[in-house]
């Protein structure tokens, strides 16, 4: 691996691809970046670059990750590791080696959270009452808290064309039960 060119004000951060001192995220440019813009990039197979998910990739075409939304090809991807090539046990919040995690829940959104989020990825069940909505892989939940989680609402709601005057920022955490997969109520449970 070759480093980038030298900026001597910045330190290289091996760990994470990037300067140290980039400026800071800009909420009003980089909200939602992921919905409009992909890229070729040096990188042609996962992890999916961080900061694009983010919105602060500086790399552009010369990032050696990818800039696009998560595939099914991606789910190829060792189980030790996230969509952004990172130790799983590391993330923490329910993401684990022991249990396959794809549902995400949405504490503070409205209902329209949830088209947003079906167009990450495809989504095999939602929950309006408990606010969840279950991913058909884990890649996408992991990708989706990322992109969007601590996004303004405000903001966010432009991309399906509709206002919001929340001030708020949106929470996105894992659930620690799958839907699909969660124990129902037998009904002989009930009498």
């Known amino acids: 691996m070759s480093l980038p060119p030298s900026r001597p004000q910045d330190e290289y951060n091996l760990y ?70 990172r130790p799983r046990l590391a993330i923490g919040d329910g993401n684990t080696f022991t249990a396959e995690r794809k549902t995400v829940w949405v504490p503070n959104g409205p209902k329209w959270v949830f088209t947003l989020l079906s167009r990450l990825g495809p989504v095999v069940a939602i929950d309006m009452h408990q606010h969840l909505l279950e991913y058909n892989h884990r890649i996408y939940c992991e990708f989706a808290i990322e992109a969007l989680g601590r996004q303004p609402l405000a903001r966010l709601a432009t991309f399906l064309d509709m206002k919001s005057e929340s001030t708020d920022h949106l929470r996105l955490q894992w659930s620690i039960q799958n839907l699909m997969t969660a124990d129902k109520e037998h009904l002989l449970d009930l009498y």
Do not use: Q
Request: proline fraction near 7%.
């Open 16 to 85: 994470y691809e990037s300067y140290n001192g980039r400026p800071t995220r800009n909420e009003a440019r980089n909200t939602g970046w992921v919905f409009g813009f992909e890229e070729e990039t040096m990188g042609k197979l996962p992890p999916i670059c961080l900061d694009y998910a983010h919105g602060t990739c500086d790399r552009g075409k010369n990032c050696i990750r990818l800039h696009r939304l998560p595939k099914g090809t991606d789910e190829t991807l060792p189980h030790s590791l996230d969509i952004f090539g």
